[in-house]
T-cell receptor, first 116, second 115 residues
Framework: AQTVTQSQPEMSVQEAETVTLSCTYD???????LFWYKQPPSRQMILVIR??????QNATENRFSVNFQKAAKSFSLKISDSQLGDAAMYFC?????????????FGKGTKLTVNP | EPEVTQTPSHQVTQMGQEVILRCVPISNHLYFYWYRQILGQKVEFLVS????????KSEIFDDQFSVERPDGSNFTLKIRSTKLEDSAMYFC?????????????FGPGTRLTVT
């Protein structure tokens, strides 16, 4: 079974600075997807960024980028120029691309605080 | 922008009672999911639903749980006889397709408290 680990329960960053959230995962599969979801307080989870495992190039979405290290099974999220609105819980998630499974496997989350 | 909605936002029930959690997925989505998060623990997959059938379920989703799409808009999760350990945040999600890594859109959750 796949597992996702987020080793940082909480992180903080100063506004306009850069922060990196860590995520590692364990799988025996070669083809899969990795996601970062953001959950602001009392709001729904929204997708921040997605990475296909077969792509070597790291995904980027504006101020958000990932460092995908397939051999190390690591998938960190970098937030540049942090804004107050980035404060949220961030969840790393894994989804198999094999066997028709649609379920997301989540980490426990990292609570990000942005200080003005 | 279309959103997944869930009602109620908070439900308190007594042990042994039946509860129904309601979700309205995004209108053109075909795949529906329930997840739950016990306080302080990971978000866990419960079940996926497509074409009026369960397509996948976890070991958590035992006979006490059932899902239904009673009409063209609602998607419900029923817990027949609630236990204390069912207290959790329940998230509904929907997706346009089930494959190719299509994004699952999540609702805001229903907090279920079993006393």
């Amino acid at each position: 079974a796949q597992t996702v680990t987020q080793s940082q329960p909480e992180m903080s960053v100063q506004e306009a600075e850069t922060v990196t959230l860590s995520c590692t995962y364990d799988t025996s599969e070669s083809d899969y997807y990795l996601f970062w979801y953001k959950q602001p307080p009392s709001r729904q989870m929204i997708l921040v960024i997605r990475q296909e495992a077969y792509k070597q190039q790291n995904a980027t979405e504006n101020r958000f980028s990932v460092n995908f290290q397939k051999a190390a099974k690591s998938f960190s999220l970098k937030i540049s120029d942090s804004q107050l609105g980035d404060a949220a819980m961030y969840f790393c998630a894994y989804r198999s691309a094999m066997g028709g499974s649609e379920k997301l496997v989540f980490g426990k989350g990292t609570k990000l605080t942005v200080n003005p | 922008e279309p959103e997944v909605t869930q009602t109620p936002s908070h439900q308190v029930t007594q042990m042994g009672q039946e509860v129904i959690l309601r979700c309205v997925p995004i209108s053109n989505h075909l795949y529906f999911y329930w997840y739950r998060q016990i306080l302080g623990q990971k978000v866990e997959f419960l079940v996926s639903f497509y074409n009026n059938e369960i397509s996948e379920k976890s070991e958590i989703f035992d006979d006490q749980f059932s899902v239904e799409r009673p009409d063209g808009s609602n998607f419900t999760l029923k817990i027949r006889s609630t236990k204390l350990e069912d207290s959790a945040m329940y998230f509904c999600a929907s997706s346009r397709q089930g494959t190719l890594g299509y994004e699952q859109y999540f609702g805001p959750g229903t907090r279920l408290t079993v006393t």
